[in-house]
């Protein structure tokens, strides 16, 4: 894991942080869409109207977003050593075992989190934005 973090980290890694950023983006956005959606069940307010607006910020999830999220999810078992994918023997084990390598790399994670954010705000602006600029008609 140390190795992997140090190339990650490295200029060798920027073009697979940038693309793992992307990758991320994606899985994260479209989770939390989906985390919307299943609240808005579970408080029966499903049935009410939504505003234009808020679904332009929350659109449904495509099969292709369901996919990357399953995808993500794998290579995340994969990555924490989990090769059988599902059949791990003790995962929190795994983690404590981790910590002081995630430690050791806390600043560059800290900062690569705040790129996920900053993407992640990007996404919704850029939602919201073609929402203002599309016709008046499909507004409510």
Excluded: C, H
């Excluded at 060798?12 to 899985?27: C, N, P, S, W, Y």
């Amino acid at each position: 894991m140390r190795e992997a973090l140090r190339f990650f980290f490295n200029s060798e890694g920027q073009v697979f942080r940038d693309f793992m950023l992307e990758e991320i983006v994606t899985v994260v956005d479209a989770s939390s869409r989906d985390a919307v959606l299943e609240l808005t069940k579970t408080l029966g307010l499903n049935n009410f109207p939504v505003p234009s607006f808020l679904r332009a910020l929350s659109p449904a999830l495509s099969e292709n977003d369901k996919e990357m999220v399953e995808q993500i999810r794998v290579l995340i078992q994969f990555l924490l050593g989990d090769f059988d994918l599902g059949n791990s023997g003790n995962n929190n084990q795994r983690l404590q075992e981790l910590l002081p390598v995630v430690r050791e790399y806390a600043p560059q994670l800290r900062d690569y989190g705040g790129l996920l954010i900053v993407r992640l705000t990007e996404k919704s602006i850029s939602r919201g934005l073609k929402w203002v600029t599309s016709p008046a008609p499909g507004r409510q």
